[in-house]
């Protein structure tokens, strides 16, 4: 059984458009987390969700907006899609003390 | 602010060679340390971590000790394998809900 899993794993639209990624953990975390990491690997947290609450918002562009339906689902949906959303996506999850994060394998977006 | 400082790469060894990455970090008081490493086409995954000064992290050969007068919490490995090749990422914890990576360290390992 895959801990944190998303999909898709590739995602390749035009500009312009609309799309979602989903994230579901069975660890049975609490708190759950989007990054973003760029063609050099770095790696920049987006958003982090406690108990279906939002806790971080990292200043990122509202046409990115994250869903959380329970505690095991994050969503990350992406409205207006620009050339520079392109990038590996990884969810992940955690149970907050001690901040052990679990990642998902990623979802490689690519807009055109 | 606070920040994690790694070696930047790539770094490109042989088999059996002699592995240290560089890892420093700014901070008040003495932050949770962690390395994490990012296997091909995988996500990050805990590779060892440290909770306090003085402790040392260890799994799979490597090891890193949390150094406070130095405030570095190096990475080392004394035989690397081919299988290590991946990226390498130190991170430091800022609260409960937050680590902040370095910029990660490319390894390749050839045989």
């Known amino acids: 059984d895959t801990a944190v899993s998303q999909t898709p794993k590739y995602l390749v639209t035009q500009m312009g458009n609309d799309k979602s990624i989903k994230c579901e953990q069975n660890?049975?975390?609490?708190?759950m987390y989007w990054y973003k990491q760029d063609s050099k690997k770095f790696l920049k947290i987006m958003f982090s969700?406690?108990?279906?609450?939002?806790?971080i918002n990292e200043t990122v562009p509202n046409r990115f907006s994250p869903k959380s339906p329970d505690k095991a689902h994050l969503n990350l949906h992406i409205n207006s899609l620009e050339l520079g959303d392109s990038a590996v996506y990884f969810c992940?999850?955690?149970?907050?003390?001690?901040?052990?994060?679990?990642f998902g394998e990623g979802s490689r977006l690519t807009v055109l | 602010g606070d920040s994690v400082t790694q070696m930047e790469g790539p770094v490109t060894l042989s088999e059996e060679a002699f592995l240290t990455i560089n890892c420093t970090y700014t901070a008040t008081g003495y932050p949770s340390l962690f390395w994490y490493v990012q296997y091909p086409g995988e996500g990050l995954q805990l590779l060892l971590k440290?909770?306090?000064?003085?402790d040392k992290g260890s799994n799979k050969g490597f090891e890193a000790t949390y150094r406070k007068e130095t405030t570095s919490f190096h990475l080392e490995k004394g035989s690397v394998q081919v299988s290590d090749s991946a990226v390498y990422f130190c991170?430091?914890?800022?609260?409960?809900?937050?680590?902040?990576f370095g910029a990660g360290t490319t390894v390749t390992v050839r045989a």
């Open positions: 660890l049975g975390h609490d708190t």
């Open positions: 440290a909770t306090k000064a003085d």
């Open positions: 991170a430091r914890k800022i609260n409960d809900y937050k680590l902040s």
């Open positions: 969700y406690n108990n279906k609450e939002l806790i």
């Open positions: 992940a999850s955690s149970q907050s003390v001690g901040i052990e994060l679990f």
